[in-house]
Each structure stands twice: as structure tokens, then as C-alpha cells.
């Protein structure tokens, strides 16, 4: 009996030491797997940590490569690379600026330099001896003519001639008689009235000759000659417009020829109502056509006129200028600046090259310091002479970049494409 108390103990020992040992080894396996769960937690936590870390490092180094570029508009750049790409920075300056007023006009012929050529009579045109385009001298012959009326006072002329001639003779003849005692004084009274009268008539017909354009001596020795008219040119010039053909009619009414002198030009240009307190006779002003741009010549304004077009509320202005080598052709459209009188105060200005456009602001760029540079909102005033007024944005003394600022703005562009290309990716 007691030795079968002590099996039965033994056995439940036993069994009771192994749910024990079971129980120890699954909590302690748990435990590891607890253990390794929570490792693999924390790795996960730490993997997406170091993700995250991943993104906050990409952005920190988007944004250093933002600032590699400065703010939005602004831009590094190194003093050596400012050399090389013609970036020259120096200070705001004031000073007075020459006020321009622009306006646009047409070039015309100087009218008190332009001939229309006609015959002084009428007449067949029979010959002609210029064309179109061909520079002709004062006193030129252009054309012929055959007149009626200029054979009727050749006629009359050769007639005149002959009569002071015979009346000469006949005078001297009776001053020879008077001497002698054979003819009485009043005789040679009478003589001496009728020379007068003949040299008389004699004159008039020549001056009607010259009045048509024949001159006396293209007449000696040539009394026999088919009278033709020469038709002159009165000014030396170009021919702008040929109307002579052979065989026509012609008369003082009808010209043959337009002959201008292009040495000098008009400017013709419409000033603005507002602005005509600041225009006056003898200002000087400059010309520009399109055909030439890098040809400025100087003029001065010559005439105003009175009356205000209804339409455009501008007047017309004249400017006369010089055409050296008469590059200025009539009916050209040119720029006109009229130069006004410098201000008594002067103004902040920069150069128009110091000036971009950026996003629809105009900015000028500050140099921030050695080798950064600001992109600076600026309102900007008048223009004269090349440089623009600065209202506000920019203060006297403040270094900004005079030159090479388009590529300090191309440098701005080229930073905005990096950085949205990069918050992209």
C-alpha cells in the first residue's frame, strides 16, 4: 500500500514537473517572439524613420539646392563668374536728365526746294533731253519746243532790228547834211526821235524773247534758224516727276518736269496737345527712319502751325534737316525726339539695359553682397538719353548690377526650373 502511494506520488510529480516546464519554456518562447516582434516593430520604426529621414533629407538638400540661387529672385554668383559674364555692379546715382518728347513723322521734299517746270507759251514738244531720276543743273535745257507764237516774236524782233538799223543810217545821214548847211536843223530833230523809237521796240522785243526763255545771244548769226524753244530748268536738283513726251502739246498750265532739291528735308509730325508748352520755334530734335537706324541726324523745328486737329488733338510741326547723301527719300516714316531743357532737379536713374522684366515686374538687381544678387521691384519714371527714372525701389547709393543683368535674370529663370523640376521628382 505504501509502496503504491509512492508510485502514484512519484507519477504526479512528474507530470506536474513537466506542465511546469512546458509552461517556463512557452512563456519564455513568447517572450522571445515578443521580443523580436517588438525588434522587428522598432526596425520597422527605424525603416520608416529613416524614410522619413529620407524625405526631410531630400528636402533639406531641395531646398539648399534652392538657395543655391538665393530666394526666389535672387541669384549667387561668384566675383570671378560676375567677370566673366560682364556683370558690373556700381552705385545708384543721381543726376538730372535731359526730358524727351518722341513723336512720329513723314519725310517730304523741302517745298521751298521744289520747281515744277512748264514752257512760258505754248508749243509741240520736239525734243527731250532728261529723264526721271537725273540730277540737272540751273539753267539746264530739258526740252524743246516748236511755237508758233515764239517764230511770230523772233519775227518782230529781226523786224525791230532792222528798223534801228535803217533809222542809225538814216540819222548819221542827216547830221552829215545838217554840217553841210544842206539839210535844216529840225530835220535831224526828227531823225533822232525815230532812232529812239526804234531802239525802243527793238528793246521790248528782246525782252519778250528773254521773258519766253530765249536768250539774245543764241540768236546771232542765226536769223535764218527754225525757231525752237528751249524749256530751262530754274533750280538744281533731281528729277522726282517727268510729264515731257514728244509730239504733245504743251502750255504754261501743264508741267513737264518736277524738279526737287533734296540737300535738305522736312519732317512732318504730329505733336500732342499736351505737350505743346514744351515745344518751340528753333528746338532741336533728332531723326531716325527705319531704313538706317543707326543714322541719327540733327534738325531744328522750323515751323508750328496754329490750328489743333479735331480728330487727333495734335498740330503739326515742320523740322528741317540735312540729307547728306540724300538717304532720306520723301514719303519715309522717321522717329523724331525733341530735346527738352534739363531738369533743375535731379532724379535717381539708372541705365534701360539695368532694367528687366521679370514675371511682369520690372526689377533692377541689387548686389546683397559680394556674390548675391536681389531682384528688386521697381516703378520706373520718364526716359531721356538712355537712362530711366526710378520713382521708388531703389535708393540713392545702393549697389545694384549696371550691366549683365539679363543674365543675372536668366540665372533667376534657370533656378525657378531647377526647383520645380526637382519637387517633381
Known amino acids: 500500500m505504501n ?3 509512492l508510485v502514484v506520488g512519484l507519477i504526479l510529480a512528474v507530470a506536474i514537473g513537466g506542465g511546469l ?3 517556463t519554456t512557452q512563456t519564455k518562447s513568447g517572450g522571445v517572439e515578443h521580443a ?17 529621414g529620407k524625405e526631410h ?8 539646392g534652392h538657395d543655391e540661387h538665393g530666394e526666389a529672385g535672387s541669384v549667387k554668383m561668384t566675383a570671378e563668374m560676375q567677370k566673366q559674364n560682364g556683370v558690373v555692379v556700381a552705385p545708384a546715382k543721381k543726376q538730372r536728365l535731359a526730358g524727351v518728347i ?14 515744277h517746270v512748264s514752257p512760258r507759251i505754248s ?23 516748236d511755237s508758233v507764237e515764239l517764230g511770230e516774236a523772233l519775227n518782230r524782233y529781226h523786224q525791230s532790228k532792222t528798223k534801228l538799223t535803217l533809222a542809225q543810217a538814216n540819222m548819221d545821214r542827216i547830221k552829215n547834211l545838217v554840217d553841210k548847211k544842206i539839210a535844216a536843223r529840225k530835220d535831224i530833230l526828227q531823225a533822232e526821235t525815230d532812232y529812239k523809237t526804234a531802239q525802243t521796240e527793238l528793246h521790248t522785243d528782246e525782252e519778250r524773247l528773254s521773258l519766253y526763255g530765249v536768250s539774245i545771244s543764241d540768236l546771232k548769226g542765226d536769223d535764218h534758224k527754225k525757231p525752237l524753244l528751249p524749256v530751262r530748268s530754274p533750280i538744281s536738283g533731281i528729277i522726282t516727276e517727268k ?4 509730239g504733245e502739246l504743251s502750255d504754261p498750265s501743264k508741267s513737264l518736269y518736277t524738279i526737287a532739291d533734296l540737300s535738305s528735308v522736312w519732317i512732318l509730325v504730329d505733336i500732342n496737345e499736351k505737350d505743346l508748352a514744351k515745344v518751340r520755334r528753333g528746338q532741336a530734335a533728332s531723326v531716325i527712319v527705319g531704313a538706317f537706324p543707326d543714322l541719327k541726324l540733327k534738325g531744328r523745328i522750323a515751323y508750328i502751325a496754329d490750328l489743333v486737329d479735331e480728330a487727333t488733338r495734335t498740330v503739326k510741326a515742320r523740322i528741317e534737316v540735312s540729307n547728306p547723301g540724300r538717304k532720306l527719300k520723301p514719303e519715309m516714316f522717321a522717329t523724331v525726339e525733341l530735346a527738352l531743357a534739363a531738369d533743375a532737379p535731379p532724379v535717381l536713374a539708372v541705365p534701360e539695359d539695368a532694367i528687366q ?4 515686374k520690372k526689377v533692377v538687381f541689387v548686389a546683397e553682397n559680394e556674390a548675391e544678387f536681389a531682384a528688386r521691384q521697381v516703378q520706373a519714371g520718364r526716359t531721356a538719353g538712355g537712362m530711366v527714372e526710378i520713382v521708388s525701389g531703389l535708393k540713392e547709393g545702393e549697389n545694384y548690377a549696371v550691366k549683365g543683368s539679363f543674365i543675372l535674370k536668366s540665372e533667376v529663370k534657370k533656378g525657378e526650373m531647377t526647383d520645380e523640376h526637382g519637387h517633381g521628382k
Open 21 to 23: 516546464y512546458y509552461r
Open 102 to 115: 518722341s513723336a512720329t513723322g513723314k519725310v517730304e521734299a523741302n517745298a521751298d526746294k521744289i520747281a
Open 123 to 145: 508749243g509741240k514738244v520736239v525734243s527731250v533731253k532728261a529723264s526721271l531720276g537725273d540730277s540737272v543743273a540751273a539753267g539746264q535745257a530739258l526740252v524743246t519746243i
Open 357 to 360: 522684366d521679370l514675371d511682369g
Open 36 to 52: 523580436e516582434h517588438n525588434e522587428d516593430g522598432h526596425k520597422d520604426e527605424k525603416g520608416g524613420g529613416h524614410e522619413e
Open 3 to 5: 509502496k503504491k502511494a
Open 243 to 246: 510729264h515731257a513726251i514728244v
Open 57 to 64: 533629407k531630400g528636402e533639406k538638400e531641395g531646398h539648399e
